[in-house]
């Protein structure tokens, strides 16, 4: 079955009901796509847990080197990492309890849709969060 959208109303309340997000591939690199749009969605209000096997600290936060080592529970799973990478992402999103996977934009694995889907996640692929949020929440959560 191809992916559909979830409605603008549905991503709106997904963000809305949604306080922390773990960001799979958040690199420490200012210049980088993954920052930059992290430390939007820090400054609108969200915590961002750095998923990052490779730092310590990222926006002054304690990186972990996966989704199973975050010690809290997560709203939303997005995802910075290439298509191929995703279905193991997934499932581990499924396994920690997360609400929603969040594939960025230009991400699109039909697999990792499905695995998160079969599990009961929201899935939203082919989307950047803070481009949504800007959209949807231009004034900040309610």
Not at 21 to 39: F, N, Q, Y
Not at 97 to 120: H, V, Y
Not at 123 to 130: A, G, N
Request: aromatic content about 4%; overall charge negative; hydrophobic content about 40%.
């Amino acid at each position: 079955m191809a992916y559909v959208h979830p409605s603008r109303e549905e991503i709106k309340r997904i963000l809305e009901e949604s306080g922390t997000i773990a960001v799979v591939g958040l690199s420490d690199d200012p210049s980088k796509t993954s920052h930059m749009v992290s430390e939007a969605m820090q400054r609108k209000g969200y915590r961002i847990i750095p998923v990052n096997p490779n730092a310590t600290m990222i926006l002054g936060e304690k990186a972990y080197a996966s989704l199973k080592d975050i010690p809290e529970p997560v709203d939303i799973v997005n995802v910075f990492r290439r298509p191929e990478h995703t279905p193991p992402i997934a499932r581990e999103a499924a396994e920690i309890g997360a609400k929603t996977l969040w594939l960025q934009l230009g991400i699109l694995n039909e697999e990792a849709g499905a695995i998160a889907a079969d599990s009961g996640l929201n899935v939203i692929m082919d989307r950047c969060i803070k481009v949504e949020d800007s959209i949807l929440l231009p004034n900040g959560k309610s």
